[in-house]
């Protein structure tokens, strides 16, 4: 079988990598990147402010969904 390409690194990924240094011991920790984007995206449908609106988790299983409400 061929080797795996889940071990690969795409060029276009973001990688965060944080050092912990701990009582003289050091340890790397690979990091998610996590986006927080807020806009009125309604096209001026929508009156409250985006204060009081609900926020929306979007992940890739249900991105499309979300783009079309």
């Known amino acids: 079988m061929a080797d795996t ?3 690969e690194v795409p060029r276009a990924r973001i ?8 009582g003289g011991a050091q340890k790397k920790v690979e ?3 996590k986006l927080l984007t807020i ?3 309604s096209h001026g449908k929508e009156n409250r402010p985006l ?7 979007v ?3 249900n991105f499309n969904s979300v783009l079309s409400e």
Do not use: A
């Open 59 to 61: 992940n890739k299983n």
């Open 15 to 22: 990688n965060l990598k944080l050092s912990l240094h701990t």
């Open 5 to 7: 390409f889940q071990n």
């Open 51 to 57: 204060s009081e609106r609900e926020k929306i988790n």
């Open 39 to 41: 806009g009125d995206f």
């Open 31 to 33: 990091l998610p990147l």
